[in-house]
């Protein structure tokens, strides 16, 4: 009995980390003596039930801040917020000029080609690891259409 109650966790557990898949990470290079960095990516949640990105922690900063970028006034401010609702079936962007992942304190700079791994901390899929390539120090190349 306890070793089929034990392999049923095993099992929902991994099943409920599948439900959240990470598309599309990424990160700008930073200018030398940079303290903060951001994290872009797309998350797909491909469960029935919604889920919540609560949390972050990487190894390249002593804190990861949920944040979003809010206009107040003429000026465009950037805001702590307790995490992102993830639709049941849907994606949920993090962009520039939106909420996004701020790498507060990094203990390294982000040089462009690296990558830098991440653990997100879902309410219902637990932790996802990821790995955000870093690109160029500027704004992203525009999009061709």
């Given at each position: 009995?306890?070793?089929?109650?034990?392999?049923?966790?095993?099992l929902?557990?991994?099943l409920a980390?599948a439900q959240i898949e990470?598309?599309?990470?990424w990160s700008?290079?930073?200018?030398?003596?940079a303290?903060?960095?951001a994290?872009?990516l797309v998350?797909?949640n491909?469960g029935?039930?919604?889920?919540?990105l609560?949390?972050a922690?990487?190894p390249a900063a002593?804190?990861?801040?949920t944040?979003?970028?809010?206009?107040?006034?003429d000026?465009?401010?950037?805001?702590?917020?307790?995490?992102?609702e993830?639709?049941a079936g849907?994606?949920f962007e993090?962009k520039?000029?939106?909420p996004?992942?701020?790498?507060?304190?990094?203990?390294?700079?982000?040089k462009e080609?690296?990558?830098?791994?991440?653990?997100?901390r879902?309410?219902?899929?637990?932790?996802?690891?990821?790995?955000?390539?870093?690109?160029r120090?500027?704004?992203?190349?525009?999009?061709?259409?």
């Amino acid at each position: 009995m306890r070793r089929c109650a034990l392999a049923f966790l095993l099992l929902f557990s991994s099943l409920a980390w599948a439900q959240i898949e990470v598309e599309n990470a990424w990160s700008r290079a930073t200018a030398p003596g940079a303290k903060v960095a951001a994290g872009y990516l797309v998350l797909r949640n491909k469960g029935a039930t919604p889920d919540r990105l609560v949390g972050a922690t990487t190894p390249a900063a002593r804190k990861v801040e949920t944040h979003v970028t809010v206009r107040d006034g003429d000026v465009m401010r950037m805001r702590e917020v307790p995490g992102y609702e993830i639709p049941a079936g849907a994606s949920f962007e993090l962009k520039p000029g939106g909420p996004h992942l701020m790498f507060m304190d990094v203990t390294r700079p982000f040089k462009e080609g690296e990558s830098v791994p991440v653990t997100l901390r879902f309410e219902r899929a637990g932790e996802v690891k990821a790995e955000l390539r870093v690109g160029r120090l500027g704004p992203p190349p525009a999009h061709k259409h």
